[in-house]
């Protein structure tokens, strides 16, 4: 084979995992990451996390043959959109909305790690664009906070929380 002929084709493979990893970046742009490509969401649980930033969605998996342990899970989604204007508003730093993510990404993992029965299961770890995060897990019901009471992030409040009185 040529020199050329060599040059050439590391070229065309380079341009092609250009063109690949261009594709996958602009779909998950289009659709969000993984977890909402996967799972029809259906109604707001609630929201958990630190300041209550994720929206938790009862969910059910798109491809109705899929292996799941689950027929329904829970979906929790941070609009990264969303936190980066409540910093704005709130006069803070972005320093600090990216040490903000730092730590809902380093929960995740730790979460993923865990197996025990009384620690949240994660189905499907985190998956993160720019304009979201979002990963799966087991059915929830609300996060401890919404059950408390608190229902910061939560559009709608489901009938079951809006029952519940603190004791």
Known sequence: ???????????????????????????????????????????????????LAWRIYTAR????????????????????????????????????????LDLARADAARLVRLRHPGVLHVVQALDETKAAMAMVTEPLFASVSNALGCLDNVGKVPKELKGMVQT
Do not use: C, H
């Not at 002929?5 to 594709?23: F, G, Y």
């Open 1 to 51: 084979m040529s020199l050329n002929m060599k040059t050439l084709q590391q070229a065309l493979a380079k341009a092609s995992a250009v063109i690949e990893k261009t594709v996958t970046t602009t779909v998950q742009e289009v659709t969000g990451p993984r977890p909402l490509q996967d799972y029809e969401l259906l109604d707001q649980a609630g929201s958990g996390g630190p300041g």
């Open 61 to 100: 998996p798109r491809d109705a043959a899929a292996s799941t342990p689950y027929p329904v899970v829970s979906v929790w989604v941070l609009d990264k959109r969303a936190l980066s204007e409540a910093r704005a508003r709130a006069g803070l730093s972005r320093a600090a909305e990216d040490a903000f």
